[in-house]
């Protein structure tokens, strides 16, 4: 079964750093785009970092400067470092990507379970 593994998401103070893991188990021929959303309670969810199959990248306004999207392709795996991070950082942080998988066509796109970070002030 495919899924993605998100995990690093904590208690933090205000100006304090996180880094969060999203791996992809399972049978996965290659990763493409990948990214990082965050819901905070009562509001909807916002994209927060961006990599396309290429490698480039795009951030939120509110975190650029900040937050660092990077991937390990020969470990499945997706990271978002996060500095200096504010209360306003709160939040649930979604790792999704599009995966290419065995016999299957097409980018599909997988979503993780989430994992909370909240930063205290």
């Known amino acids: 079964q495919v899924q993605l593994v998100e995990s690093g998401g904590g208690l933090v103070q205000t100006g304090g750093s996180l880094r969060l893991s999203c791996a992809a188990s399972?049978?996965?021929?290659?990763?493409?785009?990948t990214a990082w959303y965050r819901q905070a309670p009562g509001k909807q969810r916002d994209l927060v970092a961006f990599?396309?199959?290429?490698?480039?990248?795009n951030y939120a306004d509110s975190v650029k400067g900040r937050c660092t999207i990077s991937r390990d392709n020969a470990k499945n795996t997706v990271y978002l470092q996060m500095n200096s991070l504010k209360p306003e950082d709160t939040a649930v942080y979604y790792c999704?990507?599009?995966?290419?998988?065995?016999?299957?066509?097409?980018?599909?796109?997988?979503w993780g379970q989430g994992t909370q970070v909240t930063v205290s002030s």
């Open positions: 399972g049978n996965i021929n290659s990763i493409g785009f």
């Open positions: 990599m396309s199959s290429s490698g480039s990248t």
């Open positions: 999704n990507a599009g995966l290419v998988l065995p016999g299957r066509p097409g980018i599909l796109d997988y």
